[in-house]
């Protein structure tokens, strides 16, 4: 299954979603990057001032009260001791000397001479030279260090200095420095700050994308309904300039085809109307005929003639009719077809009913309800009607006791002028216009007819019809009088 959305909303959604979300996250990178610098050379400015300053204060005390004074000014983050071995220049991680050079020249500046000073950095426990493993300050810097504190220069966990100053009498003073636990914390402010952005261009990026989408869908739903409603509404030719042409080229398209149907329609009708003449002339000539057969034959043929010719005209003419919709009493049409049907000795059974009157075309609706149930009394000598209403859809199902039609045949039997084979007799077959009329009716409310065979015998024609009058399209299906 593929991962990529399958509409154009959410792709771009997806797209833009990836693109902030990675600039996002590079910007605190970076961000976090700079704080790190940034505070590492703010926290090494102030650790190296405070030793130039403990240096000073030294330099003026005799070495019993340096000793007193160290006591009192060892302290996590800056501890001192005067009895540690000399620092090896370069001592400790070779990749953070150049951090070393950099915190000793900042003291070398507070401090204001040229007496000697040596500077390591390392990672983790501070580098104790010689004697300086035993030192019990450093135990106790390292407890009172937090797991995720950071150390200068850097803002990682357990990163220290050592910083070894001479004094003017010679006394070596070491200071263990490292950052304070606050410097190391996370930039919550920041990231509510980048959390807020984020979701203010996400919003706007899904305003903007749905915006720009939105004509598509327009156009699409355009293009699915002009296969049932030829004569739809034209697109609204407004927004952008490449909506704007798609919309005009949509019309342009609409507009030819309308013209083509009807100069079709035109042509058809014409055709059909002007075929009356010449049947009527023939059925005056079949009049002189001596042979009654001869003469039966004749006049049966024109007859049915005739009775195609007069379908197809109702039929192209039933595409340019306009039926206003109303509420209809579909149980009283029912009722209606039912008694009409019973004079000429068809027997309809009607079970359920309809909750409400359903908004409709009257006529078109009861053309449609009349093909369907006068082929059944054709073909199956009666039927049943059964109504199945509820607030999303009207299903009228009607079921006859016939042989029923081939799996292969069910969906043809729509087509126009189409008759299986055993309907072809003069007796029993149509014109083949009648089921095209219904099924395009249905389609004209925004429903669906089918057939389909029954387990215990007969056809089964299904009208469902949606509750939504919404959904009803302009055009007026054919009437015709032939239901084949």
Known sequence: MSLVPRSLFSRLVLVLLTGLIIAQLLSFAIHMHERSELLSQSSGMQSAQRIADIVRLLETLSPEERRRIVQVLSAPPLTISLDQAPLVEGEGDPEKAPLGALFGAMLRRFLGDSRPVVVAVAEGAPIVPGAMRGFKGSEMHRAWMPPMAAGPFSGQAGFSFLAQVRLQDGSLVTFDSRLAQETASWPYRLLLSLAVLLAAVVAVSLVAVRWATRPLNALADAAGQLGKDINRPPLPEKGPQEVRRAAQAFNTMQARLIGYIRERTALLAAMSHDLKTPITRLRLRSELLGDPQLKEKFTKDLDEMESMVGATLDFLRGLENREAIKPVDIMALLESLQADLAELGGRIEIRGAALRPYPGKPQALKRCLANVLENAVKYGKSARVIVDDSDAR?????????????????????????????????????????????????????????????????????????????LLKTREPAQAEDRG
């Open 394 to 470: 009207l299903e009228i199902r009607i079921q006859d006791e016939g042989p029923g039609l081939p799996q292969s045949e069910l969906e043809k039997v729509f087509e126009p002028f189409y008759r299986v084979e055993n309907s072809r007799s003069r007796e029993t077959g149509g014109t083949g216009l009648g089921l095209t009329i219904a099924k395009s009716i249905a389609e004209a409310h925004g429903g669906n007819l089918s057939l389909r065979n029954r387990v215990e015998g007969g056809l089964e024609a299904g009208l469902t019809l949606p509750r939504s009058a919404s």
